[in-house]
């Protein structure tokens, strides 16, 4: 699986598998992949987070001039809405790949 749908690229499957079984996700996970793919969310049995509380971010670079932490995202390409980072702790990082949880401020 992970050489079809990478570790921290493509996909991001071993990533998220990673996540899922260390930080004990059940269901709910928002995925979002910079680069548009079909997603993985079916195959690994995952519900969008409605709230947006646990995010996985996959080929995410972040620069000296570009923090992750302090970027708006769009959670779907054509979405006119954006997920605010500055609003969640980092958790866990792999390379260009995040998990993050929202604040609970």
Request: charged residues 40%; neutral net charge.
């Given at each position: 699986m992970i050489r079809n749908y990478g570790y921290c690229d493509k996909e991001g499957y071993g990533f998220i598998q990673y996540i899922i079984k260390n930080y004990n996700i059940k269901t709910n996970l928002t995925i979002i992949n910079k680069y548009q793919s079909p997603g993985i969310s079916s195959l690994l049995k995952l519900s969008s987070d409605k709230k947006n509380n646990n995010i996985i971010?996959?080929?995410?670079?972040e620069t000296k001039q570009e923090n992750i932490l302090d970027?708006?995202?769009?959670?779907?390409?054509?979405?006119?809405?954006y997920i605010d980072i500055s609003k969640f702790n980092l958790i866990y990082r792999y390379g260009n790949c995040y998990y993050l949880k929202k604040n609970n401020d």
């Open positions: 971010l996959i080929n995410f670079e970027k708006k995202i769009k959670q779907f390409p054509n979405d006119e809405n």
